[in-house]
């Protein structure tokens, strides 16, 4: 496959009401076969990202997703392709589900392990599930000030989610680029920082009331911060 071709993949993050989210394994034949990941798959042509993981869900796992929105969108190079990664998160599914390809699967917290290994980026990324809708500060919680996002150069891996106040789109790459948990944003310039309407990274909207969560989740935030 050409390294200029980017693969357009939706992934679907469903988050039962006890806080656990659907894994399964890659079916054999597949790359990385008997890995786990979040479920999803290929867009097709004139797909949106939700209506892939509607089709994708029902075709492998008989799963119905009735709603879901952004969470955030992130490039990965494996040996086998160039991918794009489309992160949505939905707690609005139902179906029993079932193993439609031979995959084994099952709902699991952050802190569990799976019965296989996690694909090389999912683990951090299963750990950023845990993160609040509305702000909550935590001791294990490092939450960067935008002149100290500018003079580091290492993530502090002491905390379990470190994030920075980004006041433009070249802050959020550079959080990017350390591998943040989360950033927060100003509502102006919220928009600025989307690639195509998707956040880069889980986005906090400060200032914003927490009434108005379900508002900012719909145009792309993670969560609000009061």
Request: contains cysteine.
């Amino acid at each position: 496959m050409s390294e200029d071709k980017v693969v357009d993949v939706a992934v679907g993050v469903l988050i039962r009401e006890d806080g656990r989210v659907l894994l399964a394994s890659r079916p054999e034949g597949k790359p990385w076969a008997g890995y786990w990941e979040f479920p999803g798959g290929k867009l097709e042509d004139g797909e949106t990202v939700h209506q892939a993981l509607v089709r994708e869900l029902d075709e492998e796992l008989g799963v119905r997703l009735a709603d879901s929105f952004p969470w955030f969108v992130k490039e990965h190079r494996y040996e086998h392709a160039h991918v794009r990664l489309h992160f949505r998160r939905s707690r609005d599914f139902f179906g029993e589900a079932l193993s439609k390809e031979g995959q084994d699967f099952g709902f699991y917290a952050a802190n569990e392990r799976t019965p296989g290994v996690l694909l090389p980026i999912d683990q951090n990324i299963l750990n950023r599930v845990d993160l609040p809708d509305v702000w909550e500060d935590s001791t294990a919680v490092l939450t960067l000030s935008e002149n100290a996002l500018h003079a580091t150069v290492v993530r502090d891996r002491k905390y379990r989610f470190v994030g920075a106040r980004c006041g433009n789109l070249d802050d959020v790459m550079k959080a990017v680029a350390m591998d943040f948990d989360f950033v927060i944003v100003k509502p102006e310039v919220f928009e600025a920082t989307l690639w195509k309407g998707e956040p880069r990274l889980p986005t906090y909207v400060e200032d914003v009331p927490a009434s108005d969560l379900r508002l900012w989740q719909d145009r792309g935030a993670h969560g609000v911060k009061p």
